[in-house]
């Protein structure tokens, strides 16, 4: 992204949810925050009738519709395993390149020791802060640390912030490894085992390279690597899964769950009537940071 100003493809992400929360029968991840989150063009874009109905035809959905899967699965996931996470009274809850993500405005009050940081970059940050606004107060348990994560560990803008170390965490770091160097992202992930207590959390999204893809997958890949790259935030993050996995493990995560975007449809986009899919260009991946 370019300094000085908010996230393209967070934007870009905010009206994918609220398309799918306004235009879909039984959503499979329900934002109804996310068109107010979004912005003016975006949600001018939202409101026409015609681009709408080619947004939603069957045949973009079982293509570019990989995209709204790969972004509204990726939230359900993570919130489905939080939940999960807070019944073993995990009770920080560190949203990784929040985004425009909208948790803070959704949130249970039946959780009320729950804490919510808000990691991410300025820009970003203060273009969100001001639509918070908008839509009314900030809840009191939320705070916003900034971080340039090219330049700065996860651990020290925490160190900044009021986030207890020696408790368990719940990580989400949804939509931001792909624009990473991948060494950045393992950095990151070295840094939150060292400094996490034991029985933290990870939950986080990562690509497999388009090349190693078939069919219309590929394809598909492709032109989500062709629209990032139109936004200026290029695709530059990528794993192979056996590789990942023996370097997390090497740092003290056990992997709980790889999770294929084949499964993500057998578990959330089964026999769906709007044909949405998740990519198999990427995986979600749950990691437990074992005890030392």
Same mark, same amino acid.
């Given at each position: ?8 493809? %967070? ?21 109804? #925050? ?11 874009? &939202?409101? !026409?009738?015609?681009? *709408? ?23 359900? #996931?993570?919130?489905? =395993? ?15 390149? %929040? ?42 348990? *939320? $705070?916003? *640390? ?12 925490? %160190?900044?912030?009021? #986030? ?7 990580? !989400?770091? &949804? ?10 992202? =393992? ?14 959390? *990870? ?13 219309? $997958? ?22 192979? +899964? ?6 997390? $493990? $090497? ?7 790889? =999770?294929?975007?084949? %499964?993500?449809?057998?578990? #959330?986009?089964?026999?769906? +009537? ?19």
């Amino acid at each position: 992204m370019k300094e000085g100003q908010s996230s393209r493809t %967070a934007l870009a992400a905010a009206t994918l949810r609220a398309n799918h929360f306004q235009n879909t029968v039984d959503p499979v991840f329900a934002d109804p #925050y996310a068109y107010a989150l979004t912005s003016i063009g975006w949600q001018k874009l &939202l409101r !026409s009738p015609s681009l *709408v109905k080619i947004m939603n035809s069957p045949v973009l959905n079982r293509t570019l519709g990989l995209l709204s899967g790969q972004v509204v699965g990726r939230s359900r #996931y993570a919130e489905d =395993l939080l939940q999960q996470a807070l019944a073993r009274q995990i009770n920080q809850y560190v949203l990784v390149g %929040a985004g425009l993500d909208s948790f803070a405005l959704r949130q249970n009050p039946c959780n009320p020791d729950l804490k919510i940081f808000e990691v991410d970059h300025p820009d970003t940050q203060t273009t969100k802060q001001h639509k918070l606004q908008q839509l009314g107060t900030v809840p009191a348990n *939320v $705070e916003f *640390v900034a971080i340039d994560f090219e330049k700065e560990s996860l651990a020290d803008a925490l %160190a900044r912030s009021s #986030y207890q170390q020696g408790v368990p965490g719940f990580f !989400s770091w &949804l939509g931001t490894t792909h624009y990473l160097e991948p060494q950045t992202t =393992l950095n990151t992930l070295k840094h939150i085992a060292d400094f996490a207590a034991p029985l933290s959390e *990870v939950v986080l999204d990562y690509s497999i390279h388009y090349q190693e893809l078939q069919g219309i $997958e590929r394809l598909g890949s492709f032109a989500v690597s062709q629209f990032t790259q139109f936004l200026k935030e290029p695709l530059i993050g990528q794993f192979r +899964p056996s590789a990942l996995h023996q370097a997390v $493990e $090497e740092m003290g995560f056990e992997v709980v769950e790889d =999770l294929s975007g084949a %499964a993500m449809n057998a578990r #959330y986009f089964n026999q769906r +009537p709007d044909h949405i899919r998740h990519t198999i260009a990427t995986h979600l991946l749950h990691l437990r940071l074992a005890a030392r």
